[in-house]
């Protein structure tokens, strides 16, 4: 059975940072490009950052410079750096595997993220 479980989230000062982790188990995590997506109250859920399965990271324009996104393929854990948070980063983060063989994607229950201004 597959399943993302999300960890780290909270509330936060703005300038502050935190670190989110995505634990991956049912054998899909080596084989998958992992993603983290965030959504806001009211608004559409947005790709935030990605990471092939080489290690490639991508990453929206907003958070360039500050997020980083990373993954231990021996620990199947997938994680999200988030440095000089800002109000605007508030929302629940979701991870989110997708696995190219299988072409199958699989997504986290999310982990809320609260920055205050």
């Known amino acids: 059975q597959v399943q993302l479980v999300e960890s780290g989230g909270g509330l936060v000062q703005a300038g502050g940072s935190l670190r989110l982790s995505c634990a991956a188990s049912?054998?899909?995590?080596?084989?998958?490009?992992m993603k983290w997506y965030r959504q806001a109250p009211g608004k559409q859920r947005e790709l935030v950052a990605s990471i092939t399965i080489g290690g490639t990271p991508e990453y929206v324009d907003s958070v360039k410079a500050r997020f980083t996104i990373s993954r231990d393929n021996a620990k199947n854990t997938l994680y999200l750096q988030m440095n000089s948070l800002k109000p605007e980063d508030t929302g629940m983060y979701y991870c989110?595997?997708?696995?190219?063989?299988?072409?199958?994607?699989?997504w986290g229950q999310g982990t809320q993220v609260t920055v205050s201004s």
């Open positions: 989110n595997a997708v696995h190219l063989r299988y072409a199958v994607s699989y």
């Open positions: 049912g054998n899909i995590f080596s084989g998958s490009t």
